[in-house]
């Protein structure tokens, strides 16, 4: 099955000019690049041929090769004698960037030289001019002060197709030209060494206008069935390199659903390890391809097995590394029986078609369907694993495909790389994870080193621990790009830089410095240097790339101790805002922020985000926030900087301008739950403070103004935003579920509106204290809030039904399951729940924590002898509980056992007895006090 650009091209084409372009449609689906590029319009396009309407345009006259062929190409489509031009040459656009990917990401090795090819005979000829044009053409890659890498091969075929894809007449005229030109920019933003806004916005720009064209795919499956999955695979694959991860879910769930693929994490039990005896639960991911996608699967074969470049399926296959443990086993040993599978589905049954699936012998997916299957296992991998699954439950998806066995070569290896990337974390794989990685680098060099036109650039011929396949045991080029815009494989120096990252992690220092040194990455190994208290050594390495020696030696003659403090290189590098930054980092120096800014033609917006953590942690925030205000002119969709915008506005007290910032914030992130919280801050806090002082008074004083429309005015704005807020804050305890802070300004905004929130003050306080109720125990619950709930709840109905559901069933139960177990000391939270179960019609209850609140009141200490104003608590509390024996004792109990009998027939012994209790402990120091002859009185009144 032929790449689903390729087949909607010749499907868009009117019947004669599909029969004109037909030849060179066929050459790309071959893989015959060479052939497309040296054609005759080609040649025509490169200014090798002599052409009437375009000789007038020269190379001298530009001052990059691209842009000649740009203007070039615009005169070449003037000649409307031959109406198919425009298909051509956006054949040899699609052939060019074809090939670029195979030099750098796939393989095999090209079998020409690009340069020879593409540039005018005077440049080919020499190496110096044909490198100084490459030169230009990577610093022309260079987008908002980040640099492309700076070795990387054949780059005048992206910058050919890039010509191409960006023509007016083609981009309007050619179909498919759109999606090509969304290909191209997302393999130009993936040679950069860092995001580039500008790059994201073209590629989502794009993207919208690629959504509603290609919604036509749907009405085309029977001619290139799952067109338009592809479609949302690559979607799905930008969505996952600019960190949406949740977008990428929503694309890959629409894909699995067109293609009737299925598939399901579950439990089956079985062994792991060689010395287990008992059969236990493991993750397996039970998946099937549909009829169709077997069927294509079966059709990509016999495509193969026609080609020119006929291979054995079974034996081409990427080198794949066995465990070899002591402990573990190279797979999972499932039991035989197919009803031992344990429901790890949350609660759903498995699929027919998966039910009867064996565990241990499963089909051979689709290769699209691994590809479903290993996007989805790179999406969990982004996500946290309070929100999502963890690592342990990724290496499912990538085995399944692995053990499946793949029918691309491609995929086989991008599930390779998954296994490996999860397996480094563990410490029982480690070792075969590394290794598995190194072999893919291996694999990778040796597949794309070797043509001419790699001469003299990283990566050339090196040697590898695994021997290199033969030609009979390797893959067409077509195989390995069929899936490449859906797989997102890494390039050959972006993977070693994986690889020298991983022996970083490992303590392999050295092994990971001579990798970052051979590919020239100087920032990656000055950035290694400091990770391991190295920084003089690593300020060292990135000065060497900033300024020239310090007495102006040259650097073939330097020494080990220069510190290269010279004048500064010119023109500098094109990295060159990236290693100011680093810089800075290392001497904690803003002026380096600053040169980075100044240098990048203020388009690098990291310097502007670390000149604005630095201003944050010394407290400069109105600094602070003009240095994130600068990095948002050029990249608004930061997610990290609108929040620290934001916050230091929050310092600043512009409330109006730090809502606005938040709102962007949870805009473009609506799961930060930091961001939502912040927000409300904001809301409750906006608008002019002396009207809010005011409207607060008056509402506290139930007081009203009738003729003060401004004061009325604040106090609807004051709703409206704690209205506002409140909602901000419910969001925030959704996704941040085990913040006690979240849940304790919720609890206080829910009784601050008006009416209060009565089902949010419940709930937060029933969160707040199984959160706290074990540590802090009363102190976590608002006895405010908690009496303004039970106030509510008592006038809402005057007669308790424990039957019917609601607000008042769920209080009365969460005061006795919550708050009861933890009163130990509050005389308020005894009498809040006697008040209560008086409404309940329990005087039994009432009287008991009437006795309670009374006994929290006399434990304390210092009353009897030291502090009056505790005297007249304990005076106060005593005469209440006489009140409670007089008014509760004579009544009937209606719950227990004694149901019917007296609550307290001797009320009036315990009351006398109480009342003498407190009277002989307070006697030496409060005899003839107020409160002295307050109980006297209300003791002559028992007795008489």
């Known amino acids: 099955m032929a790449d689903a650009l390729i087949a909607y091209f010749r499907q868009s084409l009117p019947a004669e000019l599909a029969t004109l372009t037909e030849p060179y449609i066929a050459e790309l689906e071959r893989g015959e690049y060479e052939c497309l590029l040296t054609g005759e319009d080609a040649k025509a396009l490169f200014g090798l041929d002599d052409d009437l309407d375009a000789k007038r345009i020269e190379s001298q006259e530009f001052s990059s090769w691209n842009d000649f062929v740009f203007h070039r190409l615009g005169a070449l489509l003037a000649d409307r004698s031959r109406p198919e031009k425009q298909g051509v040459f956006f054949c040899v656009g699609y052939a060019a960037l074809l090939a670029f990917l195979q030099s750098n990401v796939t393989g095999p090795p090209l079998t020409f030289d690009p340069a020879q090819l593409l540039f005018p005979r005077e440049i080919a000829g020499s190496g110096e001019r044909t490198q100084a044009v490459r030169t230009v053409l990577l610093n022309s890659l260079s987008m908002d002060g980040i640099a492309a890498y700076r070795l990387t091969p054949n780059i005048e075929l992206l910058c050919l197709a890039d010509a191409i894809f960006t023509c007016p007449p083609i981009l309007k005229h050619v179909t498919v030209a759109r999606w090509a030109k969304l290909r191209l920019a997302f393999v130009h933003q993936r040679l950069l060494s860092e995001l580039s806004s500008t790059l994201q916005q073209v590629i989502y720009d794009d993207l919208e206008l690629l959504n509603d064209t290609l919604i036509g795919l749907h009405g085309v499956h029977q001619t290139t069935p799952g067109a338009h999955a592809e479609f949302l695979l690559e979607r799905a694959t930008v969505h996952l390199h600019h960190g949406h991860d949740k977008h990428a879910r929503v694309d890959l769930d629409k894909a699995k659903e067109e293609r009737g693929f299925e598939f399901v994490l579950t439990g089956l039990l079985g062994k792991r390890t060689k010395f287990q005896q008992t059969d236990i639960s493991q993750l397996v991911v039970l998946a099937k391809s549909s009829d169709d996608g077997a069927r294509q699967a079966g059709q990509h074969k016999e495509e193969s097995s026609d080609s020119t470049n006929a291979i054995n399926h079974d034996e081409a296959k990427p080198a794949k590394l066995d465990l070899n443990d002591d402990t573990l086993l190279e797979s999972i040993s499932f039991a035989s029986s197919s009803q031992d599978i344990m429901q790890l589905t949350n609660g759903n049954t498995l699929p027919a078609r998966l039910s009867s699936l064996d565990p241990a012998n499963q089909p051979q997916l689709d290769a699209l369907d691994s590809t479903i299957l290993l996007t989805f296992a790179s999406s969990v991998t982004n996500t946290s694993p309070q929100d999502g699954l963890t690592r342990e439950e990724t290496l499912p998806y990538a085995t399944r495909v692995l053990e499946g066995g793949s029918s691309n070569w491609q995929v086989y290896t991008q599930a390779l790389l998954v296994r490996s990337r999860i397996e480094c974390h563990k410490s029982r794989t480690i070792e075969r994870g590394l290794l598995q990685l190194q072999a893919l680098v291996d694999q990778v060099i040796a597949e794309t080193s070797g043509s001419s036109g790699t001469e003299g650039q990283s990566g050339d011929q090196s040697s590898s621990f695994l021997p290199r396949a033969k030609a009979s045991e390797s893959a067409s080029v077509t195989e390995r790009l069929r899936y490449i815009f859906q797989l997102a494989s890494p390039s050959r120096w972006a993977l070693e830089a994986e690889l020298a990252a991983r022996w970083v992690q490992l303590g392999g220092l050295r092994s990971a410095l001579d990798i970052y040194e051979r590919l020239e990455m100087w920032a990656e190994a000055a950035l290694c240097l400091a990770a391991t208290e190295r920084e003089d050594k690593a300020r060292k390495i990135v000065r060497r790339q900033l300024y020239h020696a310090t007495d102006g030696t040259a650097d073939e003659e330097i020494d080990e101790d220069e510190i290269w403090s010279g004048p500064l290189r010119d023109p500098p590098p094109p990295d060159a805002p990236r290693l100011y930054c680093i810089l800075g980092d290392l001497g904690d120096s803003p002026e380096m922020y600053e040169k980075a800014w100044e240098v990048s033609n203020q388009r690098y917006t990291r310097a502007q985000r670390s000149l604005g953590r630095h201003y944050l942690a010394s407290k400069d925030f109105l600094k602070a926030a003009d240095a994130y205000s600068k990095s948002l002119r050029t990249n608004q969709l930061n997610h990290g900087s609108w929040f620290a915008l934001g916050c230091a506005l929050l310092e600043l007290a512009q409330f109006e301008k730090a809502v606005e910032t938040f709102s962007r914030c949870v805009q473009l992130d609506e799961s930060d739950a930091e961001g939502w919280s912040n927000l409300a801050a904001a809301l409750l806090r906006k608008g002019p403070e002396n009207q809010y002082h005011q409207a607060s008074d008056r509402v506290a004083n139930d007081e009203e103004d009738v003729g003060d429309p401004t004061l009325k005015d604040a106090q609807r704005e004051m709703q409206r935003n704690k209205q506002d807020a409140l909602k901000a804050l419910k969001r925030a305890a959704t996704l941040k579920h085990e913040s006690y802070r979240i849940w304790e300004n919720l609890l206080i905004v829910s009784a601050s509106v008006s009416p209060p929130d009565y089902d949010s003050i419940l709930a937060a306080q029933k969160r707040i204290v199984d959160m706290r109720g074990a540590t802090d125990g009363e102190k976590c619950i608002d006895f405010e809030i908690l009496d303004l709930l039970v106030q509510h709840v008592i006038s809402s ?65 210092g009353w009897e002898a030291e502090n009056e104003h505790k005297w007249d608590e304990v005076v106060e509390a005593t005469v209440r509980l006489c009140d409670s024996y007089e008014s509760l004792g004579g009544r009937e109990r209606t719950e227990g056992l004694g149901a019917g009998a007296p609550v307290a027939k001797d009320w009036k012994f315990k009351a006398r007895s109480a009342i003498r209790g407190i009277l002989g402990r307070g006697k030496g120091s409060w005899e003839g006090t107020k409160g002295w002859n307050r109980l006297k009185e209300v003791m002559e009144d028992l007795r008489g």
């Not at 708050?819 to 005389?827: D, R």
């Open 797 to 861: 109905r005057d007669v308790y039904d424990p039957e019917q559901p609601g607000l008042s069933r769920m209080a009365v139960r969460f005061i006795e399951q919550s708050v009861i177990p933890l009163i130990t000391g509050s005389s308020d939270l005894w009498r809040l729940v006697s008040k209560l179960a008086l409404w309940r019609n329990s005087p039994s209850s009432a009287l008991d924590a009437e006795e309670k609140a009374w006994r929290a009141i006399t434990s304390q200490p």
